[in-house]
């Protein structure tokens, strides 16, 4: 700092501010009828963050179908060949776990396998009953 | 950045508490005070823009970033307010001072021996500068700010806080070397 600079910085002028002013300054204050709120500072960055989440749940979604939409035609397939008993050989079994469209098409081959079970049991089920009205022998 | 302290006052407040505030208001009500008498050389009215700069700061406080100090954003709301002021008044110059500043016939800077003289010889070529100029003079030279706050409290860039002092430093020396 210049000499300049000094006789600037020296000719300030010491103001005495009054005795009150800090009072009056808190009773105005006090007289408002609420305190000053949390605004969007702290909320805006929340809603942004779930905004983001539901787009990318909303994108993501369409998609799902397209990236299973090949396996559709093995799981077809798959499910026509548990269903007559027989498997293919030329059929070549898809690697579970590898990626999601694969453990997909897994889980919805075991579910038409037990679906195809259940629809058996209840022909066995019905085939029982029949029988079973065969051999009740009436009562003389 | 924020005080600790200071921070935990703010919370408070937000939290609705009232009372806190008088700590910040005690501490800093001196030196916006002070900053805005050498604006508008008025006792009155700089504790009357002091106190409005106070009152909108609490209003407000739930728009102060902490990544800025308190006080530099204090000071910048009292310097706003009394940007505004100037505005909306016309300050008259006071041709009294003006006449015997410029007047020839008054002794030099040099010639003059009591300190007390020369300060206000040079307050008063404070006076004279636009509103632009006085106010980063006053922040930088009065207030102790550095180029980087008072660019925040005015915001305007670092180098236009740095050209106005220039040209305020380079005014100030014409006037009063003008008399030598």
């Known amino acids: 700092m210049d000499d300049f600079d000094k006789i600037i910085r020296n000719a300030e002028q010491t103001y005495q501010t009054s005795a009150t002013f800090v009072e009056d300054t808190m009773q105005q204050i006090s007289l408002k009828p609420t305190t000053p709120k949390r605004g969007l500072r702290l909320w805006l960055p929340v809603l942004i963050s779930g905004m983001a989440v539901i787009a990318v749940v909303i994108v993501a979604s369409p998609l799902k179908g397209h990236f299973f939409s090949p396996n559709d035609s093995a799981i077809t397939t798959s499910s026509n060949n548990q269903g007559s008993g027989e498997k293919s050989s030329s059929q070549q079994p898809t690697s579970a776990g590898t990626d999601d469209a694969s453990l997909s098409s897994d889980l919805n081959g075991i579910g038409t396998a037990m679906n195809q079970e259940s629809t058996d049991q209840n022909t066995a089920n019905g085939a029982l009953n029949d029988s079973a009205e065969q051999i009740t022998v009436p009562t003389e | ?180």
């Open chain 2, 1 to 180: 950045m924020a005080d600790i302290q200071e921070q935990t006052i703010i919370n408070e407040i937000m939290d609705g508490q009232t009372e806190p505030y008088r700590f910040l208001v005690e501490r800093y009500h001196r030196g916006i005070i002070q900053h805005l008498y050498n604006l508008v050389r008025d006792a009155d009215l700089a504790e009357d823009l002091a106190q409005e700069a106070f009152i909108r700061a609490y209003d407000k406080l739930a728009q102060y970033d902490p990544t800025y100090a308190f006080s530099t954003w204090l000071y910048k709301i009292a310097d706003s307010i009394a940007f505004r002021h100037m505005k909306q008044s016309k300050p008259t110059a006071n041709l009294e001072d003006s006449e015997s500043f410029i007047a020839d016939t008054k002794p030099t800077l040099a010639e003059i021996t009591d300190q007390a003289m020369v300060n206000e010889i040079v307050r008063n070529a404070v006076d004279t500068l636009p509103f632009h100029y006085k106010r980063v003079v006053s922040l930088y030279y009065w207030e102790g700010y550095s180029y980087e706050d008072i660019s925040v409290i005015i915001e305007k860039p670092i180098g236009t806080v740095r050209t106005w002092l220039y040209r305020a430093k380079d005014q100030l020396r014409k006037e009063l070397y003008g008399r030598l």
